[in-house]
């Protein structure tokens, strides 16, 4: 979080800067502010106007509050979530999804296949089915998917055929393999049959597919990882109500009345469009990062929630019992996360969730 807060800091204008050196220390700021977002470089925003998908920006806002504050640390099981396209562009139950984006660090937790199940076609005649059984297959040799040993069954169930709407199917086993070998990635094949398995010509049940129908409904994958990023062992809890508190007005104050003012936290607004970015992240525009500034004077009051080592230390700095002790400093005892709802390098919808990047309170430590 201090690192955070330095970074941004850095990005303020020096007292008499030269061109050069503003342009240079922001560079610089905004290189490291990529590296506490776990990036290299930004993504460049999207080609064309993209829309997310729902079901991303849904669960964004399950997550998180509108600045992107967690409000609920226990809803996701690992801190990344990503989305993607059906690349076959309209080849009928064959769906391609390409998982470069994905590094090798991550942690593949959950994966997900998200179809979106199209109103029945009407049959003739007196026998109308109910129910459809849909089966999931990784498909293992491109060119035929339907010889021995040409797919592997990944899971299977009834569907109703009296109503539309997303199904999911769990792929994750699937997922896993194209990560450990990337050419095995063939590709999914979904099958739609009788009860008994019986084959039903035509099938009276569709999906829709990525070339014929709206972009809010294109089949879709959807990965649950884990990078293995962790802030500091501060206690992690989700944001007290859901709404970014005022930011303060008006002039700076003189760094003398600063350190006569009590320990507290003040606000720090963190900008994407200011600072470039925000071409490529859909949610939050900005947050509140808050820092923590004031004094620890001796006696250290309750609401100053110093640690029982500030309080010794406050203490001996008072009584000149020890030479260089300094009295105890004003710094965040409780951090909350934030969630980025972002288009990567590919153009695929990212939620990520970062640890210590809120200043919760402060305290003398």
Same mark, same amino acid.
């Given at each position: 979080?201090? @690192?955070?807060? +330095? $970074?941004?800091?850095a /990005?303020?204008?020096?007292a008499?800067?030269?061109?050069?050196?503003? %342009?240079?220390?922001?560079?610089e700021?905004?290189k490291?502010?990529?590296?506490?977002?776990?990036?290299?470089?930004?993504?460049?925003?999207p080609?064309?106007?993209?829309q997310?998908?729902?079901?991303?920006?849904?669960?964004?806002?399950?997550?998180?509050?509108?600045?992107?504050v967690?409000?609920?640390?226990?809803?996701?099981?690992?801190?990344?979530v990503?989305?993607f396209?059906?690349?076959?562009?309209?080849?009928?139950?064959?769906?391609?999804?390409?998982?470069s984006?994905?590094?090798?660090?991550?942690?593949?937790?959950?994966?997900?296949?998200?179809?979106?199940?199209?109103?029945?076609?009407?049959?003739?005649?007196?026998?109308?089915?109910?129910?459809?059984q849909v089966?999931v297959?990784?498909?293992?040799?491109?060119?035929?998917?339907?010889?021995?040993? @040409?797919?592997? +069954? $990944?899971?299977?169930? /009834?569907?109703?055929?009296q109503?539309?709407?997303w199904?999911?199917f %769990?792929?994750?086993?699937?997922?896993?393999?194209?990560?450990?070998?990337?050419?095995?990635?063939?590709?999914?094949?979904?099958?739609?049959?009788?009860?008994?398995?019986?084959?039903?010509?035509?099938?009276?049940?569709?999906?829709?597919?990525?070339?014929d129908?709206?972009?809010?409904k294109?089949?879709?994958?959807?990965l649950?990882?884990d990078?293995?990023?962790?802030?500091?062992?501060?206690?992690?809890?989700?944001?007290?109500?859901?709404?970014?508190?005022?930011?303060?007005?008006?002039?700076?104050?003189?760094?003398?009345?600063?350190?006569?003012?009590p320990?507290?936290r003040?606000?720090?607004?963190?900008?994407?469009?200011?600072?470039?970015?925000?071409?490529?992240?859909?949610?939050?525009?900005?947050?509140?990062?808050?820092?923590?500034?004031?004094?620890?004077?001796?006696?250290l009051g309750?609401?100053?929630?110093p640690t029982?080592h500030?309080?010794?230390?406050?203490?001996i700095?008072?009584?000149?019992?020890s030479?260089?002790?300094?009295?105890?400093?004003?710094?965040?005892?409780?951090?909350?996360?934030?969630?980025?709802l972002?288009?990567?390098?590919?153009?695929?919808?990212?939620?990520?969730?970062y640890?210590?990047?809120?200043?919760g309170?402060?305290?003398?430590?």
């Open positions: 979080m201090l @690192g955070t807060v +330095l $970074l941004l800091l /990005l303020s204008k020096p008499c800067p030269s061109p050069d050196s503003v %342009a240079s220390r922001r560079a700021a905004l490291r502010l990529l590296e506490v977002f776990g990036m290299e470089d930004p993504p460049p925003p080609s064309h106007s993209k997310p998908p729902q079901y991303m920006v849904d669960l964004f806002n399950t997550v998180a509050n509108a600045d992107g967690t409000k609920n640390p226990d809803i996701l099981e690992g801190n990344t990503r989305s396209l059906d690349k076959t562009h309209g080849e009928k139950m064959r769906f391609l999804f390409i998982l984006s994905v590094a090798k660090n991550e942690k593949i937790l959950t994966a997900e296949l998200h179809l979106f199940r199209l109103w029945p076609r009407a049959t003739n005649g007196p026998k109308r089915h109910h129910f459809c089966s297959y990784q498909v293992l040799e491109k060119g035929e998917p339907d010889a021995p040993g @040409g797919k592997k +069954l $990944l899971g299977a169930r /009834l569907v109703s055929l109503s539309s709407g199904e999911v %769990a792929i994750t086993q699937a997922v896993r393999d194209w990560m450990e070998d990337e050419s095995s990635n063939q590709g999914l094949l979904v099958t739609v049959q009788g009860l008994g398995g019986s084959p039903l010509d035509p099938p009276p049940l569709q999906f829709a597919s990525g070339g129908h709206h972009e809010s294109k089949p879709m994958l959807v649950f990882t990078d293995g990023r962790r802030g500091a062992s501060l206690p992690m809890t989700g944001f007290p109500g859901g709404s970014r508190p005022p930011l303060l007005t008006g002039p700076r104050s003189i760094r003398s009345l600063d350190r006569l003012q320990c507290q003040h606000p720090l607004s963190v900008d994407f469009e200011e600072i470039g970015w925000s071409g490529w992240i859909i949610s939050p525009r900005g947050y509140n990062a808050y820092h923590c500034k004031g004094s620890c004077p001796f006696p309750e609401n100053m929630r029982n500030a309080t010794v230390q406050s203490i700095n008072a009584l000149k019992l030479e260089g002790v300094s009295s105890p400093c004003c710094v965040p005892d409780k951090l909350y996360s934030i969630n980025l972002y288009f990567d390098d590919d153009e695929n919808v990212v939620l990520k969730q640890d210590d990047m809120v200043a309170s402060c305290g003398c430590h």
